[in-house]
């Protein structure tokens, strides 16, 4: 994680060196989840929400 803001929600969230999708994906569903505040259920997922376009360029690459 290079973004120091969520860094409070990645402990124990360790990818490794090797790639796993069923264990990455698990990972990446708990960080989305630590950073809404609330488990990603699938209420979660379906619900609406606005849409926020981020401009090109906003951030470097």
């Known amino acids: 994680m290079d973004l120091p803001e969520y860094m409070p929600h990645t ?5 490794g060196e090797t790639r796993n999708l069923k264990r990455d994906m698990h990972f990446m569903a708990c960080m989305v989840g630590r950073i809404a505040g ?7 997922w379906t619900a ?14």
């Open 38 to 44: 609330h488990f990603t259920d699938r209420e979660w």
């Open 48 to 61: 609406t929400r606005t849409f926020y376009r981020i401009p090109d360029g906003s951030w470097e690459t």
């Open 11 to 15: 402990p124990g969230l360790e990818l």
